[in-house]
């Protein structure tokens, strides 16, 4: 569902996309299709990542923790994938 919390994170993260700059200065999207696929290959990231899909084990404060679509929409969620994936900024 869209409700009004997720649709303003929705469109946070577009800003967020068009106008962040990766770790080498350079811009992650200038246009509308390069955000596009920066999004897509942002979740492909997230899906890859066992963790944040829970094939692996979870302990401790992460037992019953579950990797949704909010969450990757977070600044946490972001740091998360772009930090703790391969060669991704």
């Given at each position: 569902?869209?409700?009004?919390?997720r649709?303003?994170?929705?469109t946070?993260?577009?800003?967020?996309?068009l106008?962040?700059k990766?770790?080498?200065?350079?811009?992650?999207?200038?246009?509308?299709?390069h955000a596009?696929?920066?999004?897509?290959?942002?979740?492909?990231?997230?899906?890859?990542?066992d963790?944040?899909?829970?094939?692996?084990?979870r302990?401790?404060?992460?037992s019953g923790w579950?990797?949704?679509f909010d969450?990757?929409?977070?600044?946490?969620?972001?740091r998360h994938?772009?930090?703790?994936?391969?060669a991704?900024?």
């Amino acid at each position: 569902m869209l409700g009004d919390p997720r649709r303003k994170a929705i469109t946070a993260f577009w800003r967020w996309v068009l106008t962040s700059k990766r770790t080498d200065g350079a811009p992650r999207a200038q246009t509308a299709e390069h955000a596009l696929a920066w999004i897509r290959a942002y979740f492909e990231r997230a899906h890859d990542n066992d963790f944040l899909m829970g094939r692996t084990e979870r302990f401790g404060a992460h037992s019953g923790w579950r990797c949704d679509f909010d969450f990757l929409l977070t600044e946490k969620g972001k740091r998360h994938v772009i930090e703790k994936t391969e060669a991704y900024a």
